[in-house]
């Protein structure tokens, strides 16, 4: 199998805080994770891309001192939302690639829905 | 950037009724995905196309690649009320996916 989980699935934080998103790829080693933002009824928008063990590259317009990345291992990354306010509310969906495997095959996570009060 | 029209943007239908669904692209990809995701969960891939007029099932799924490599369709056979949620189509571009906007598809049984 090829199973990605996300932690926590939702999170409810006040203006201001940081947040921080954990995605495992929990059989199999992840070489490139993926961060991406859902709005309500809207497609994936790709956030950055990160390998592990290198600088993650963030997608034209996304914050990279906002939306933290680390991608310490083969099997986890994190996105950390730093001082989060309202407009972050967002459903935030990792996907993981294979060591060896083709772009094309991203596993997603199930998703962390992030409320910023 | 690289973008992708999908369309219709929802379908009502009855069930058992056939569905078809597609998705244009102003960009050539290589590779042409269809996804679905159901509420609160990550999208889960339905079918991969890789080649230019590839016509792939899965089951009551059918997706072609276009011979121009900037459309793929995907219908969907008598359908059942487990197919309910949102269809994304997805193209490969360097390195990463662009996806379409969506399919949000419902069902009356």
């Known amino acids: 199998g090829a199973v990605v989980s996300q932690h926590p699935s939702w999170v409810i934080c006040k203006s201001g805080t940081s947040v921080k998103i954990e995605c495992r790829s929990l059989?199999?080693?992840?070489?490139?994770m993926f961060w991406y933002r859902q709005f309500p009824k809207q497609s994936l928008m790709l956030m950055a891309t990160s390998n592990e063990g290198s600088k993650a590259t963030y997608e034209q317009g996304v914050e990279k001192d906002k939306f933290l990345i680390n991608h310490a291992s083969l099997t986890l990354s994190t996105l950390t939302v730093t001082s989060a306010h309202p407009e972050d509310s967002s459903f935030y969906i990792c996907?993981?690639?294979?060591?060896?495997?083709?772009?094309?095959?991203?596993?997603f996570g199930p998703g962390t829905r992030l409320t910023v009060l | 950037g690289q973008q992708l029209n999908q369309s219709p943007q929802s379908m009502f239908i009855q069930e058992g009724e056939d569905v078809s669904m597609n998705c244009t692209s102003s960009?050539?990809?290589?590779?042409w995905l269809w996804y679905k995701q159901d509420p609160g969960e990550g999208p889960v891939l339905l079918i991969a196309l890789y080649k230019a007029g590839e016509l792939t099932s899965n089951g009551r799924l059918t997706a072609q690649f276009g011979i121009t490599r900037k459309d793929s369709f995907l219908n969907i056979s008598a359908s059942i009320p487990s197919d309910v949620g949102i269809y994304f189509c997805a193209g490969r571009g360097a390195q990463k996916l662009v996806f379409g906007q969506g399919t949000r598809l419902t069902i009356n049984p």
């Open positions: 996907s993981a690639r294979k060591r060896g495997h083709s772009y094309n095959e991203q596993f």
């Open positions: 960009s050539i990809f290589n590779t």
């Open positions: 059989d199999f080693q992840a070489t490139t």
